[in-house]
C-alpha cells in the first residue's frame, strides 16, 4: 500500500507541474502577442503623427523644409503599412494554440528581427547623412537633398531606438524560457504528457 501511495503522490506532484507548465506557455505567448501589439501600435502611432504632420506643414514650408515634412509623410506610410500587417498578425495568433517549438522559435525570431532593423536604421542614418553632405554640392537640389536627408536621418533614429527598446523588452521574457523547458537549478527537467 505505502507503494501504491508513493506513486500517486509521485504522480499528482508532475501532473500539478505539467499543468503549471502547461499554463505557463500560453501566458508566454500572450505576453509575446501583447508586446507585438503594443509595438505595432507605437509604430503606427509614430507613422500618422509623421504623416499628418508631414502633410500639413510642407504645405507652408519652403526651401529644405518642405522637402523634410514631405518625406515625413512618404516615409510613414511604409511604416503605417507595416505596423498594421503586424498589428492584424498579432490579432489572429492564438496564444494556446502554440507549441512550445513554435512559440520558443517565435519568440527568437521577433530578436533576430528587431536587431537587424536595428542595422538597418543605421543605414538609414548614414543614408540621410550621405545626403546632407551631397546637399552641400552645388550642381545638385540641394534643398531636396538637405530635407530628405535630415528626414531619413530622424526617421532612422526613431527606429534604432524603437527595435533597441523592444530587443530589450523581448529578450527580458528570455528568463522564462528555461521554466517553461522544465530546467530548474538542478537541472533539466522531463514532461510527461497524458
Known amino acids: 500500500m505505502p507503494r501504491i501511495l ?4 509521485i504522480f499528482l506532484t508532475f501532473y500539478g507541474y505539467l499543468s503549471a507548465q502547461n499554463l505557463d ?3 508566454f505567448n500572450q505576453a509575446s502577442i501583447d508586446h507585438q501589439k503594443t509595438a505595432m501600435l507605437t509604430l503606427g502611432g509614430w507613422a500618422v503623427t509623421n ?4 502633410a500639413t506643414l510642407q504645405g507652408n514650408a519652403e526651401g529644405s523644409t518642405k522637402h523634410f515634412h514631405r518625406m515625413n509623410a512618404l516615409w510613414n506610410t511604409v ?3 507595416i505596423a498594421g500587417l503586424g498589428y492584424f498578425a498579432a ?3 492564438d496564444p494556446s494554440a502554440l507549441d512550445m517549438a513554435t512559440s520558443l522559435q517565435k519568440h527568437h525570431a521577433f530578436q533576430k528581427v528587431l536587431l537587424f532593423n536595428a542595422g538597418l536604421d543605421i543605414g538609414y542614418i548614414a543614408g540621410g547623412l550621405y545626403l546632407t553632405e551631397r546637399a552641400k554640392r552645388p ?3 540641394q534643398d531636396q537633398l538637405k530635407g530628405f536627408g535630415q528626414s531619413i536621418m530622424l526617421q532612422g533614429a526613431f527606429l534604432f531606438v524603437f527595435d533597441l527598446v523592444n530587443y530589450f523588452i523581448a529578450s527580458g521574457r528570455d528568463s522564462q524560457v528555461p521554466v517553461l523547458l522544465g530546467t530548474t537549478a538542478d537541472g533539466i527537467g522531463l514532461s510527461f504528457i497524458f
Do not use: E, F, H, S
Not at 508513493?6 to 503522490?9: E, F, R, T
Not at 504623416?51 to 508631414?54: D, E, N, S, T
Open 91 to 93: 490579432l489572429k495568433t
Open 6 to 9: 508513493l506513486a500517486l503522490a
Open 79 to 81: 511604416n503605417l503599412g
Open 25 to 27: 506557455l500560453p501566458a
Open 51 to 54: 504623416i499628418a504632420l508631414g
Open 139 to 141: 550642381d545638385v537640389n
